[in-house]
């Protein structure tokens, strides 16, 4: 864990930056709560998005995952399970916000990442690129599709009603 995190520590520096980041997908919120302990002194920005949403983008990229009633329900629950956890761990090195939000009103969100990080000057036309975009290996990182993209997977009413099941009182 920790040479990772030397790795991005020394990239981030011999690029000549003080802060750096990294992007983590957290599936469970378990493989998370360790981490702000393993890491005392650092901040961190939670970032989630609208549950039908998540898993329409899940189902597109993992259908397997998607097989039973029982399946769409675990899903649910955990999505709420993860939102929980964050919004516990809310404080002033861990900022939550949602991702909707966030994109519809930026700045208000940029200024809090500003003084949550210790920075000023964010370049505000970074909210115009896709955030998941890899200059490295996305063809055109301005925002259209390309061999990696998934649409999202539809998702039917019952499938809904199975995801809310655990979630309604989070998701509200």
Same mark, same amino acid.
């Given at each position: 864990?920790?040479?990772?995190?030397?790795?991005?520590?020394?990239?981030?520096?011999?690029?000549?930056?003080?802060?750096?980041?990294?992007?983590?997908?957290?599936?469970?919120?378990?493989?998370?709560?360790?981490?702000?302990?393993?890491?005392?002194?650092?901040?961190?920005? #939670?970032?989630?998005?609208?549950?039908?949403?998540?898993?329409?983008?899940?189902?597109?990229?993992?259908?397997?995952?998607?097989?039973?009633?029982a399946?769409?329900?675990?899903?649910?629950?955990?999505?709420?399970?993860?939102?929980?956890?964050?919004?516990?761990?809310?404080?002033?090195? #861990?900022?939550v916000?949602r991702?909707?939000?966030?994109?519809?009103?930026?700045?208000?969100?940029? !200024?809090?990442?500003?003084?949550?990080?210790?920075?000023?000057?964010?370049?505000?036309?970074?909210?115009?690129?896709?955030?998941?975009?890899?200059?490295?290996?996305?063809?055109d990182?301005?925002?259209?599709?390309?061999?990696?993209?998934?649409?999202?997977a !539809?998702?039917?009413?019952?499938?809904?009603?199975?995801?809310?099941?655990?979630?309604?009182?989070?998701?509200?």
């Open positions: 864990f920790y040479g990772i995190v030397r790795l991005y520590r020394s990239d981030a520096e011999s690029l000549g930056f003080d802060r750096w980041g990294l992007k983590h997908q957290i599936r469970d919120q378990r493989s998370f709560e360790t981490v702000p302990e393993l890491l005392p002194r650092a901040r961190f920005i #939670f970032i989630y998005r609208e549950l039908l949403a998540v898993a329409r983008s899940a189902k597109a990229r993992s259908p397997g995952d998607f097989k039973s009633g399946d769409y329900r675990r899903f649910g629950d955990n999505w709420a399970r993860n939102i929980r956890t964050a919004k516990a761990l809310e404080s002033r090195r #861990f900022l916000m991702y909707e939000d966030f994109v519809a009103e930026p700045e208000p969100f940029l !200024e809090r990442i500003e003084a949550l990080a210790g920075v000023t000057g964010i370049d505000r036309s970074i909210m115009d690129r896709r955030i998941n975009a890899n200059p490295l290996t996305d063809r990182v301005r925002g259209s599709e390309n061999e990696t993209y998934r649409k999202p !539809e998702i039917t009413d019952k499938q809904t009603e199975l995801l809310m099941a655990d979630a309604q009182e989070t998701y509200e």
